[in-house]
């Protein structure tokens, strides 16, 4: 279970009319309506699958080697779903490990968000079946879609609104069967990616990692540079499109996406530290998303952040997409690379194009 520096429960928040006369029914709500500081993670989880898909493994389907892909991605291996394996195999098997680590059953989650863009089904979403699958009762559960590697850390923030109501637990799982969706052809995006989930539970608790601050935003202008255009209402799904290969078609406009994942990472995670009132230093750990090595060393050298203080994953992993976070945060933590009372700075991107950066305190 987690642990943080904080050792008591959060003091409800007390919020009456102006007139001192209360709404009928608002007693319990109000009473139990909690600030953003008093949110956190109680529990985290992450699933990779076993299959296992090397530099040399591609250098047989395409034409690429192990030097071009380790010297621009910094990529030596990655996970890839087993023929029978599907989304919410994934996200279950990742949701009832942080379920397990947070000592909650499914049946007491008030809420599950589910941010994926490789959905079980176009409809309905995801997170139903997985909550048909973790026995939960018949609560509210929806995807969050679309936002691609920036997906999870945008769950989590409004998971964190949501669990201030009444004091709910909400269950944030975020998957990625990368592997099903793009072209195995197409080298320059093919070598990139790979398969995982990864899940906290997000609510208030004495032993929560505290939700310090946290930031997001979308620049439409800049859509075009990241995404899978085919599918849609703009290019509908036909045999076609089929034969074009457009459903597999990953758009990467690789130099501007570099320049805006740079940018936008490296000033999310600044404006959180500027409203948490802390700088730079007194973070124990960053953990970014894991798009690629180079990526990885701009942002730490824009940051002028030491290299030992930069958690990375990507080698043995791929970019495993909305993830790839909570992947290498559950990873970080087995690993011994923060302690209670320590804070973590988690930063992404991703299509549409969005950021988002989020502070904690374990």
Not at 15 to 20: A, E, L, T, V
Not at 35 to 57: C, F, H, K, Q, W
Not at 138 to 151: H, L, Q, T
Request: glycine share 10%; hydrophobic share 45%.
């Amino acid at each position: 279970m987690l642990q943080s520096a904080t050792d008591h429960e959060p003091t409800p928040v007390h919020r009456g009319r102006s007139d001192g006369r209360r709404r009928p029914g608002a007693a319990t709500s109000e009473a139990t309506r909690l600030t953003a500081e008093s949110i956190g993670i109680l529990g985290l989880g992450a699933y990779a699958p076993e299959r296992v898909m090397t530099n040399a493994d591609w250098a047989a389907r395409v034409d690429t080697s192990d030097e071009w892909i380790v010297s621009r991605t910094g990529i030596e291996e990655r996970r890839f779903a087993a023929p029978g394996e599907t989304s919410v195999d994934f996200a279950v098997a990742a949701a009832e490990r942080a379920l397990a680590d947070a000592g909650l059953a499914a049946r007491q989650i008030d809420e599950i968000i589910l941010a994926t863009d490789t959905p079980e089904m176009y409809s309905p979403d995801t997170a139903a079946f997985v909550q048909d699958r973790l026995g939960a009762r018949e609560i509210p559960a929806f995807d969050m879609a679309g936002s691609g590697c920036a997906g999870f850390l945008l769950a989590v923030d409004v998971a964190r609104s949501r669990a201030r109501e009444g004091g709910k637990k909400i269950l944030v799982a975020a998957v990625e069967l990368i592997s099903r969706l793009m072209s195995w052809e197409d080298r320059e995006t093919c070598v990139l990616f790979g398969d995982a989930a990864g899940a906290v539970v997000v609510g208030p608790g004495a032993r929560a990692a505290r939700i310090l601050a946290a930031t997001a935003g979308t620049d439409g202008n800049k859509a075009g540079i990241l995404g899978l255009e085919a599918g849609g209402t703009r290019v509908p799904f036909s045999l076609e499109a089929a034969r074009a290969g457009l459903h597999q078609k990953v758009v990467m406009h690789g130099r501007e996406v570099f320049r805006e994942a740079v940018r936008r990472m490296s000033e999310a995670a600044t404006t959180v530290l500027e409203q948490a009132g802390v700088g730079l230093a007194d973070v124990a750990l960053v953990v970014p998303h894991q798009a690629n090595r180079r990526i990885l060393d701009a942002v730490a050298r824009r940051l002028g952040l030491p290299a030992e203080k930069m958690f990375s994953n990507i080698r043995l992993y791929g970019n495993t997409g909305s993830a790839s976070i909570p992947l290498a945060l559950t990873q970080a933590r087995e690993q011994g690379r923060f302690r209670p009372g320590d804070l973590v700075l988690l930063t992404s991107f991703g299509a549409g194009f969005h950021w988002a950066a989020m502070l904690l305190r374990f």
